[in-house]
């Protein structure tokens, strides 16, 4: 059985919404996976007591450790083994479990995941962050989230493969659409990287369907969106206020429409950030997540172990570099 | 009297929208301007005649050549001097009328005001084009819309300064607040670019208020929002693809919050792309302009010129550079 460990001081709202998630994930999940809750020990089997759950499938591991929003990520590696975040990885690289998610320090969250379990391209220099974002036909996949900066062209070509992988292996779209955000459908358009890129694409085994711009994504064009993490976390962000102002206008529309619409943009219901290029499950959830929300990356984290996507994106991505 | 020159058959829609658009605007604003229109003569008038229009505020200037939308910009000016699109900037140039506006060809366009009226600052490649976009408390500018790609931090700190002066002599906002659109809000997060950016606007005569996230552009937290043109390219698209989604969703919301809503986010209210930092004014409207969009294209040229607008914008610019 998939085990996945989860990060239970992690997170704004940390431990009270990480444990009930989790009591709301193994309830709902008819026993397929079983969660390792690293924290302080005590502290948190009374808040399991608490919230009533007497069952199995959910242990809990001590971390004594605590790591605050701030800490630099480094520093949280050397100086806080026992904290549930670095614990939680540790657990997955032995093999105890085969995913991790923390919704805390994300930088340390990153980092861990990167020199504990490595990653699957040398080009990657962080995991790139993919998100899950809807669209008006449905939904596609955002690679880089938010991890990188300033890429190269060749690392922007492997965004879209890692991108397509996730793509197809988690939301089941065959073939994905693969979609180069840019300024305009010219290949000579936009920032030098970008192009480069393009001309990387046309060549790269996936479905490259060329640039694309703001509004295709809004309007679903591409199963999977292409871009810097600079770019990519802008758009995610403008994502959250876009739901925000209209939450604010107009409250929840209470009609199918509406609350699909809602259903479809909370980021409650997205799962939080994958690490892709990892060897291994990585998930950041928002560091603001409720038990919704950390219910929600649970199991995204279970269908990513269960599926296994990382071995798939390491497959595509060595094919390229062989 | 300020005069405005107008492209009669730019647009994919000219040049009936175009005609239509500027009657509109005439018969709307109590004579405070002037239209001269440019295009093949006879056809034009006989649009203003089919369109009933017997005033003395429209003028036309014959300029019987025509610029298709995909003519490469410098052969544009080369080739079609007698195109009502550089006819327009021409007849600025000589001062025979104070703004040009144009649905045609906008690289074209671009070039024409470049070349034709010239720069406020040799920093800018292109002219920046800064546009008004809706948020939750409001308004606020944008700037690069899509001009410039692969910006320095001169050049980001530049389009600080133009859109600030654009934000208070435009919009009426006393001492705006300066956004640098990032990926976080420490200095030292995002682009090298956009950090050495941070570091010149912290020192910058404008009212800086740090990086800002795609969220807050939603939510209003400046007047301002500063970033590449790439990005802002991106940004301004995917504001159209929101509304889009949104009015697929859910259709025009008959309750004075979803009128509001309307009237803020459809783009022919905004009034086009303006061209900051030329030696006048200069306005890309939207290809697909209707008669509506053209007919604000048309109130926003006006209001830019009888401001002064570029004018204080190149004395804010020339500040920086003495």
């Not at 709902?28 to 007497?54: D, T």
């Not at 994502?239 to 509406?258: C, N, Q, R, S, W």
Request: proline share 4%; charged share 20%.
């Amino acid at each position: 059985m998939i085990s996945i460990a989860l990060d239970a001081f992690g997170g704004d709202n940390a431990p009270d919404v990480v444990v009930q998630g989790a009591i709301n994930a193994v309830n709902s999940s008819e026993g397929k996976f079983a969660i390792v809750l690293c924290g302080p020990e005590a502290e948190v089997k009374a808040k399991l007591q608490e919230f009533g759950y007497e069952g199995k499938l959910i242990q809990v591991v001590d971390a004594p450790e605590l790591v605050a929003m701030d800490e630099h990520p480094t520093e949280v590696l050397r100086k806080k083994q026992h904290s549930g975040l670095v614990m939680c990885v540790g657990l997955q690289k032995k093999g105890l479990v085969q995913a991790s998610v923390s919704a805390g320090n994300s930088g340390a969250m990153m980092a861990s995941c990167l020199m504990i379990l490595g990653r699957t391209s040398e080009d990657f220099a962080r995991p790139p962050i993919g998100c899950i974002i809807p669209n008006a036909k449905g939904r596609s996949v955002l690679v880089d989230a938010g991890a990188n900066v300033d890429e190269k062209p060749n690392v922007l070509r492997d965004f879209a493969l890692a991108g397509s992988v996730f793509a197809e292996s988690y939301l089941g779209i065959k073939d994905p659409k693969v979609g180069l955000l840019n300024m305009g459908e010219e290949e000579k358009k936009g920032p030098v990287s970008v192009q480069e890129a393009y001309q990387l694409l046309k060549n790269a085994p996936v479905n490259f369907i060329g640039n694309i711009e703001g509004r295709d994504v809004l309007l679903g064009e591409a199963d999977v969106v292409v871009c810097s993490g600079y770019v990519g976390n802008v758009l995610l962000k403008m994502y959250e206020g876009f739901f925000e102002l209209h939450t604010k206008t107009f409250g929840v529309i209470d009609t199918p429409a509406g609350k699909q619409f809602n259903e479809a943009w909370d980021y409650r219901n997205t799962g939080g950030a994958l690490l892709l290029g990892l060897k291994g499950t990585g998930i950041i959830a928002h560091g603001r997540s409720d038990a919704k929300a950390i219910e929600q990356a649970i199991k995204v984290a279970y269908t990513f172990a269960a599926n296994n996507v990382p071995e798939k994106i390491g497959k595509k991505l060595a094919g390229i570099e062989a």
